[in-house]
Every structure is written in C-alpha cells, then in structure tokens.
C-alpha cells in the first residue's frame, strides 16, 4: 500500500494506493492515524482514489479509525471513491457512517 | 467470449497472509487460461482473498505449519473455488450480520459476508479432520460483474 500525507491548515489529508488488505495495508492505514492524532490532526480525509481494492480487515480498520478519531472529538471523512469501493461501502452499510466526498474542496469545506 | 471445458488447479499453502497474493495469482492465472473476463476479477478475488484469510487467521491460527489447501475449477461459466484449512471449526451462524445497526462500527466480522454477496454460492463444511472448508461459485451469467 501507498500514502502520501498533506497538512491543509487543521486538516490532514491522507492519501491511500494500492491495495488496503490483511497483513499490510490495515496496519499501515492504522499507524497512519495514530501519527496523526500525534501530531495533534484530528480532522482526516482520506483520499481513496488510488486505492485499487479493500478487503474486509481493511474496511474493519477504516471502521476502527473512525471510532478512535470520534472518540477524541475529530473526524474521519472520505473522498475520491472508486466505483467498486463505493459498492462495497454501500453492501456493508458503512455509507450510512462515514462522510463521502467527490470533490476535495468541499469535502475541505465540511470539517 | 471463449470459456473452455473444464481447468483445474490444486495448491496447498502456508498460513501465512503473504501467500493470499500467490492463491489470487493462481486463480486469475486459470481463469485467463479459461477465457474468464477480466471484467469479473475483483469480486471473484475479493471473495477468495477473504476464505483464505479466514483460513489461516481464524482457521489456522496463523501457525505457517498448517496448511490451506484450494481447489480452483472453471466449468463453461461457473468458477468454482474450495478453501479447505486445518482448524477446530466453527458454526457461521453464529457470525452476526454486520450490517445490523448495532454491528455497523464493529472492526472485524464482515469477511463471511464479503464472500456471500460476490458469490453466487457459498456454503461450510467440515472436513473429516475438524476443519473448515469453504465452497464458492460464481456464474458469469448470474452476477455480470456486479456485486448486487
């Protein structure tokens, strides 16, 4: 898996390649979070887009980071999903939980 | 579109994550071979990536000295896949459905039910020796390449 980080103002954007799956990809994106909520980023955006597939133990650490960064009173939001990725988050239900953005601006705009 | 008569294809790995790589390459390997679209790949390997996973974490208890053994088949339009590992078993139903609303923000339980919406079939077994084996089909007609 790849990541790339940036820092707009209060916001960090995290963005996400390859493949988000058992073993790798789940730790890393938890790590990822961590460093972040560190570094005194509560707010995160995840940008998906070149994230080319997602298991269930990378969609259940999504899941966990998201209640780790509720908890300390950010958010966790979402942006630039596939096609595929969209359909998994809609099957699972997890549209219902987290925020989802195609555009980046607006998502900025949301926190 | 071509699908050939029958392929098969046996393999037998250690538990251990790095080898689901290796269970998805020889899966698409076969399923070229068999003229299987591309277009289908991704939920025919999200759903093999998630029984070989539950193999060797739940199954196997991630101990690399046991073995999970696939059997890959593609027949006119149906692929058929068994994950066999060398656990004590479990029952899935008394896996909870992740999408009920007090599961939603559980981090793990939704491997079973990955495998059941991107298959066409999948039923559990138990192997003569206590374990787990996983059989799943997906027919090209029945899913035209999308998850629903």
Redesign the interface.
């Known amino acids: 898996m790849k990541s790339n980080i940036r820092d707009l103002g209060d916001i960090r954007i995290i963005e996400l390649g390859g493949k988000i799956?058992?073993?790798?990809g789940d730790v890393k994106i938890r790590e990822l979070v961590n460093q972040a909520l560190e570094d005194g980023k509560k707010e995160i955006l995840f940008d998906l887009g070149d994230v080319k597939?997602i298991?269930?133990?990378g969609?259940?650490?999504m899941?966990?980071c998201?209640?780790t960064v509720t908890k300390r009173g950010g958010h966790l939001k979402l942006m630039h999903l596939s096609p595929?990725i969209n359909?998994?988050l809609q099957?699972?239900?997890?549209i219902?939980?987290f925020d989802v953005f195609d555009d980046e601006r607006e998502a900025l705009g949301s926190f | 579109m071509t699908i050939n008569n029958t392929l098969k294809a046996n393999l037998a790995l250690s538990s251990r994550f790095e080898n689901i790589e290796v269970a998805e390459r020889a899966l698409l390997d076969l399923c070229r071979r068999a003229g299987w679209p591309s277009e289908d790949d991704y939920w025919l390997t999200t759903a093999l990536r998630e029984a070989v996973a539950n193999a060797i974490r739940h199954g196997n208890q991630q101990d690399p000295k046991r073995l999970v053994r696939l059997e890959y088949s593609v027949h006119d339009s149906t692929v058929r896949i068994s994950v066999e590992d060398e656990g004590s078993g479990f029952d899935p139903a008394d896996v909870p459905n992740p999408t009920d609303a007090e599961n939603l923000l559980r981090p793990s339980g939704r491997g079973i039910f990955y495998m059941r919406q991107f298959m066409s079939h999948v039923e559990f077994r138990s192997t003569p020796s206590g374990g787990t084996a996983v059989l799943m089909e997906r027919k090209l007609e029945a899913t035209d390449g999308n998850p629903d």
Do not use: C, F, M, N
């Open positions: 799956t058992i073993g790798t597939a298991d269930s133990s969609i259940g650490e899941v966990a998201y209640t595929k359909d998994i099957v699972t239900q997890l219902t939980v």
